[in-house]
């Protein structure tokens, strides 16, 4: 008759665990309510959150999106300025080269110019020869090329007047001999001349052989043709036909 106490204390135990198991089962399904519960409350409050910033962040995504437009803009202007400086820079630097180059070209032309002017000089009637002569010791190492090419200009205006014009000397003359001559003298541009000593006693001519300016005194020209023309030249005679005589301009 000692069995049915075993049972019933096996039941009690069985039923006690039970209720135990129960209670821990509905402690955890609690724990999850809560952390549920409290998982709802923080994705509501970031919800809230984010409905509560969201114009600001649009705000601040506009502005920022209005920046980065406006860089862009500076940007594009700030490449196309770089491109146009760069443009300008090498039109500067071309520019530079052929003034370079232009230069150049006028120093090596103004060399050559003041060199023929040189060699011209021998060439030339005494009265211009020496106007010629000291205008070219006004070019020194220290002239410029402006100065330089006002005085080419004005050897080349000195040469055309006397070109244009018959002109009257008196004055000292060196021949080819050596001697020193008192010569009146008539210039026809600066190609030809006529001569005569004061006293008539001698008459000639002058004329570029060679290169040379060179003086002839035989006699061929009448005196009374020279005093002539002389008296026309000064205004002291109407003007008139004189045969003189012509040398054409001789080289080898």
Request: net charge neutral; glycine share 2%; proline share 3%.
């Amino acid at each position: 008759m000692k069995t049915p106490k075993k049972i019933t204390l096996v039941l009690l135990i069985a039923t006690a665990c039970l209720f135990e198991s129960h209670a821990s089962t509905i402690k955890d399904y609690q724990l999850l309510v809560d952390k549920w519960l409290n998982l709802h409350k923080q994705r509501n409050q970031l919800i809230a959150d984010w409905q509560s910033q969201k114009p600001l962040l649009e705000q601040r995504l506009r502005l920022l999106n209005i920046e980065k437009q406006r860089l862009k803009e500076k940007l594009a202007q700030s490449k196309q300025h770089n491109d146009e400086v760069s443009e300008r820079r090498n039109q500067i630097l071309l520019a530079q080269s052929k003034l370079e180059s232009e230069q150049h070209e006028l120093t090596l032309w103004l060399e050559q110019s003041i060199s023929y002017a040189h060699s011209q000089i021998t060439s030339l009637p005494p009265p211009l020869a020496n106007t010629w002569r000291q205008s070219l010791l006004q070019i020194t190492d220290a002239s410029t090329d402006s100065e330089t090419l006002e005085v080419l200009l004005l050897l080349q205006s000195k040469r055309q007047a006397f070109n244009q014009r018959i002109s009257f000397e008196k004055s000292k003359i060196t021949l080819a001999t050596g001697k020193h001559v008192l010569l009146e003298q008539i210039y026809i541009g600066e190609k030809l001349a006529y001569v005569s000593t004061p006293d008539g006693t001698q008459t000639g001519i002058g004329f570029v052989a060679n290169n040379q300016w060179q003086w002839q005194l035989n006699n061929e020209m009448p005196y009374a043709d020279f005093v002539k023309a002389k008296a026309i030249l000064q205004h002291r005679q109407e003007a008139d036909f004189i045969a003189l005589p012509v040398t054409l301009e001789q080289s080898q």
